[in-house]
């Protein structure tokens, strides 16, 4: 079936005026191409087991491996894309309208909405699986501050760097690019 509609595919693609006006090899006659070797060498493998008593099985399933191969390598920048791209679409759609639901998380710096707290808890939890501690002791937790609070943070940090100069412990040193090492 694979293999008759990859043949309708490319008929039409070589017959149809409006068609031939508009293709680009790689992004419409390739995958096609890489399809139909697919589909082209799974039959030959069957027929080499079934009717040839498995003569030539062995270069006809490395032949097979290379075409699959080069197919999922290909998968990424081309239309066969869609097959994953569709559904992910969807669940993001989906953890969306679960995170509208969920309420909006508020910014503990500022009092502002940025995200929903479904989003924010998810990210606490997958950090904390991964052992990163964002906890910023009684203020609270790095993913309940805001993007812009954040980078504002950033700055007061980095300004107090520059009028105070680094901190140094006993055993630190400072280089002459103003790098602390031990």
């Known amino acids: 079936m694979v293999t ?3 043949v309708l595919a490319l008929w039409r693609r070589a017959f149809d005026g409006g068609v031939i006006a508009v293709q680009q090899f790689v992004t419409d006659l390739l995958p096609l191409i890489l399809l139909f070797a697919v589909s082209v060498t799974g039959v030959l493998l069957s027929v080499s087991s079934r009717w040839l008593h498995g003569y030539h099985y062995g270069f006809l399933s490395q032949f097979h ?7 999922l390598i290909y ?6 894309f869609h097959i994953f791209q569709r559904p992910a679409q969807l669940g993001v759609d989906f953890y969306r309208r679960q995170g509208v639901e969920s309420g909006q998380a508020t910014c503990v710096r500022c009092g502002q909405g940025f995200g929903s707290r479904l989003h924010v808890a998810d990210l606490k939890a997958v950090e904390a699986k991964l052992g990163i501690d964002f906890r910023l002791g009684a203020q609270g937790h ?3 501050v805001c993007p812009p609070c954040r980078r504002k943070n950033l700055g007061l940090v980095q300004d107090s760097l520059w009028q105070h100069g680094p901190r140094l412990d006993a055993n630190e040193e400072v280089h002459t690019s103003g790098a602390a090492t031990r």
């Open 4 to 6: 008759a509609g990859v």
């Open 65 to 71: 491996a290379v075409t699959v191969i080069l197919t």
């Open 75 to 80: 998968l990424p920048f081309g239309k066969f």
């Open 142 to 144: 790095y993913q309940d």
